[in-house]
């Protein structure tokens, strides 16, 4: 059987660092670092021989983080998790994440999918699609969200102790 496409499995997962206080929070905040792992799984049907790829991270304000991996020999469903990088996010907003392919080493084609089978587009910067994302905040957010339930807390404490007295009040009344 002669093999036209080499078809690749790109998973893709990413890991705030940031901390705020002191403590790591789940959220990306502008100006603290995350962490970006990939793993490939190998589902074609003859051994990979091997290849290359690039990921880029296009941030809102025009910014890119580009990182190259060169894949060695992928056997039959065979999955490797490649090293981590650390970057920090650029700007806020939606950071995506885009994918350049080179042939394999033997010349073939290589077609990357997500985990869902969804073929993932390939091709020169702002020409293809984002196969992932992720949603970076200023600090200043995750402060007014917590300020908000301050906020919402503080005003239910106080109908509390008004509506007690009402009806105290009330009850003094009949």
Request: no cysteine.
């Amino acid at each position: 059987m002669t093999v036209t496409t080499h078809e690749i499995m790109l998973k893709t997962e990413t890991k705030s660092k940031a901390k705020i206080l002191g403590k790591r929070v789940k959220s990306y905040l502008v100006g603290q670092e995350f962490e970006v792992t990939v793993e490939l799984t190998n589902k074609g049907s003859a051994v990979f021989p091997g290849g290359s790829f690039t990921v880029s991270i296009e941030w809102p304000n025009g910014q890119t983080v580009r990182t190259s991996y060169q894949i060695s020999m992928l056997n039959l469903g065979e999955v490797r998790k490649l090293p981590p990088f650390t970057t920090g996010a650029l700007s806020r907003g939606f950071a995506t994440f885009t994918l350049e392919s080179s042939p394999a080493n033997d010349g073939k084609p290589v077609n990357f999918h997500k985990p869902s089978g969804e073929l993932i587009p390939s091709g020169p910067p702002g020409t293809v699609y984002s196969f992932y994302s992720i949603l970076a905040k200023e600090p200043e957010e995750i402060y007014e969200f917590w300020g908000m339930i301050i906020a919402a807390v503080s005003l239910a404490f106080l109908v509390g102790i008004e509506l007690t007295r009402f009806l105290i009040w009330l009850s003094t009344q009949a």
